[in-house]
């Protein structure tokens, strides 16, 4: 069966870096673009960054726009997550998540995140 | 402030019909699909609705998703005490190439 399993959490001081894992396995993962999603204390979903299932592309949200880089090692089913110059707003659950462009779907704006990871706790503190 | 505008809660009472609105712009809802996902309390999300009324396997007909204009619904029919759990929308945003998310409903079940 399909399973996301994140890790590289922990407490980290503001302007340090931190990198987290997905590990990915029950599905062909070079096959599927894949997705950070985080979600801060007692908060909503905010979408974080997209690459594409070659590593050809990638797009981020504005709030972390050039501190972090999304990036996968097919070889390994890894997705990872490079948070540099990190803020206390950067403080967060972040999942893993995996899209789906179906038959009927023929680009990402039609997508949908049909698997998540459990989700890794970033705190970042002083 | 989320780019999608959800209430911030809900609620019925159980074998009631419960809807939770998602308004955007044209940008995002106004020319793409919506998908809708369900977390359940100290749970990572589980979509519920995908292509704005898509139903993956295994979720119950008594949830349904619609889109008219720039808004779109989820709706909970015969509403049970474990459809308690936050219910979020989401839809590509055309003008920055990213996902956005709603702030999220909560859904209690008095």
């Known amino acids: 069966q399909v399973q996301l399993v994140e890790s590289g959490g922990g407490v980290v001081q503001p302007g340090r870096s931190l990198r987290l894992s997905c590990a990915a396995s029950?599905?062909?993962?070079?096959?599927?673009?894949m997705h950070w999603v985080r979600q801060a204390p007692g908060k909503g979903l905010e979408w974080v960054a997209v690459?594409?299932?070659?590593?050809?592309?990638?797009y981020y949200a504005d709030s972390v726009k050039g501190r972090f880089i999304i990036s996968r090692d097919n070889s390994k089913n890894t997705l990872y997550l490079q948070m540099n110059s990190l803020r206390g707003e950067d403080t967060a659950v972040y999942f893993c998540?995996?899209?789906?462009?179906?038959?009927?779907?023929?680009?990402?704006?039609?997508?949908?995140?049909?698997?998540w990871g459990q989700g890794n706790l970033v705190t970042v503190s002083s | 402030q989320s780019v999608l505008t959800q209430p911030p809660s809900a609620s019925g009472t159980p074998g009631q019909r419960v809807t939770i609105s998602c308004s955007g712009s044209?940008?995002?809802?106004?020319?793409?699909?919506v998908n809708w996902y369900q977390q359940l309390p100290g749970t990572a999300p589980k979509v519920l609705i995908y292509?704005?009324?898509q139903r993956p396997s295994g979720v119950p007909d008594r949830f349904s998703g619609s889109k008219s204009g720039t808004s779109a619904s989820l709706a909970i029919s015969g509403l049970q005490s474990e459809d308690e759990a936050d219910y979020h929308c989401?839809?590509?945003?055309?003008?920055?190439?990213?996902?956005?998310f709603g702030g999220g409903t909560k859904v209690t079940v008095l």
């Open positions: 029950g599905f062909t993962f070079s096959s599927f673009g």
């Open positions: 690459i594409w299932y070659d590593g050809s592309k990638q």
């Open positions: 998540a995996r899209d789906i462009w179906d038959k009927y779907c023929s680009d990402i704006s039609c997508a949908h995140f049909d698997y």
């Open positions: 989401a839809a590509w945003e055309d003008s920055l190439n990213a996902w956005v």
């Open positions: 292509r704005n009324n």
């Open positions: 044209n940008s995002n809802i106004g020319s793409n699909t």
